[in-house]
């Protein structure tokens, strides 16, 4: 995959031991994530003695107690834990009363502000170079998804508002990041994305403060090699369809890296190949791109991929590159050979045979 240098570096030499929490959460969450863990297993002695702690969250959960993130899966992440993964939430389209996403709540708690989602197609030949190759970046605690929301009653009838917050700390360190990771890529391009035409104060001071990376005190020139670009999030969603190629890292607030990281996955085929982490400056967790797919869910066809490069993805960032590039060359061999493969990508292999495909390569 794409997601090459971890956001920070965490000493692993001395490290006897790795605890992983397991949120599997809703719906194929319940059977991708358990792909995740064969193929952290298959690495065997390369990494240390592996610990996975099993966490409870999700809609079904908060159906069954009235709360989707137990105070004591939070205090597990943060006491007990060296990382994380997360499978998918089935959060409901209308109000519920009480509920509030536990994935969200997540990324607040842990203080995961970064979501890092690379998009990137396999190519024929193992040494050729791939059509599509970019990473989204997404600020993740702020914009529309901060769920200040109310509804009154005005002349014409119900009145909803929703408050939009972009802060200049927050915009900053997901700058910083986009910057950096832009800087260790071999095309050092990164596209800001916004909408500061219409909404000129909240996308303006986003766009702003990052463009003002470089200029920051102590950076002296670090990121002189980096081409900035900015698009406006319309017509990035129109270019990225219709060419894919100018992008390399794009960096946006919540909502529009939500929707464009989504909408990337287009170009390589399926949802259920496009990992993710959930970073912040003492933690990590992976996240599959995906949702909870109710409609697949319990038949054992549900796409794992994606969840296994997230473990990857996760383990990179903790310091076990070579764990990460052992998974990765595996899921790129199956996906090469196209002979086990799910239905969602043309095939008519189960999960569970995908799995047991890619431990194999591992």
């Known amino acids: 995959m794409v997601f090459r240098a971890p956001i920070r570096s965490m000493a692993t030499a001395a490290r006897q031991s790795l605890k992983i929490g397991m ?10 994530l358990p792909g995740a863990k ?3 297993l298959a690495l065997g002695s390369s990494i240390p003695k592996t610990e996975f702690i099993d966490l409870l969250a ?3 959960y908060f159906t069954k107690t009235g709360t989707a993130l137990p105070d004591e899966t939070v205090q597990i992440l943060k006491s007990e834990c060296d990382c994380a993964l997360f499978g998918a939430v089935s959060s409901p389209s209308r109000k519920v009363a009480g509920y509030s996403s536990p994935i969200v709540a997540l990324r607040k708690k842990m203080d995961l502000y970064a979501n ?3 998009v990137k197609s396999v190519s024929v030949n193992p040494e050729g170079k791939p059509g599509v190759d970019l990473v989204v970046i997404r600020e993740n605690t702020e914009c529309l998804y901060v769920k200040q929301e109310t509804q009154t009653v005005g002349e014409h009838g119900k009145e909803a508002r929703a408050t939009r917050l972009i ?3 927050a915009s900053r360190r997901i700058g910083e990041l986009a910057f950096k990771m832009a800087l260790e890529r ?3 391009h ?7 035409n219409v909404l000129s104060i909240t996308d303006g001071l986003f766009r702003e403060t990052v463009r003002g990376v470089p200029t920051l005190p102590g950076v002296d020139g670090k990121y002189d090699d980096v081409t900035v670009a900015e698009q406006l999030v319309d017509s990035a969603v129109y270019r990225l369809f219709r060419e894919p190629e100018i992008y390399d890292v794009m960096v946006a607030p919540n909502l529009y890296g939500d929707i464009l990281s989504d909408a990337a996955a287009a170009l390589v085929g399926s949802l259920g190949l496009v990992p993710s982490v959930n970073a912040g400056d003492s933690f990590v967790m992976g996240e599959p791109v995906h949702g909870s797919a109710p409609d697949i869910a319990g038949q054992n066809i549900a796409n794992p991929l994606a969840a296994i490069r997230s473990a990857a993805m996760m383990l990179r960032h903790i310091g076990y590159g070579d764990g990460a590039d052992r998974i990765e060359r595996a899921v790129d061999s199956v996906l090469r050979d196209g002979k086990v493969l799910t239905p969602d990508l043309g095939g008519k292999s189960k999960t569970s045979e995908v799995v047991d495909e890619v431990t194999k390569r591992i």
């Open 167 to 169: 802060t200049e700390r």
């Open 38 to 40: 064969a193929a952290i």
């Open 186 to 188: 071999p095309r050092k």
């Open 58 to 60: 999700g809609f079904e």
């Open 190 to 196: 990164l596209t800001v994305i916004h909408k500061s």
């Open 23 to 32: 949120l599997p959460a809703d719906g194929i969450g319940r059977e991708v």
């Open 116 to 118: 890092i989602r690379p």
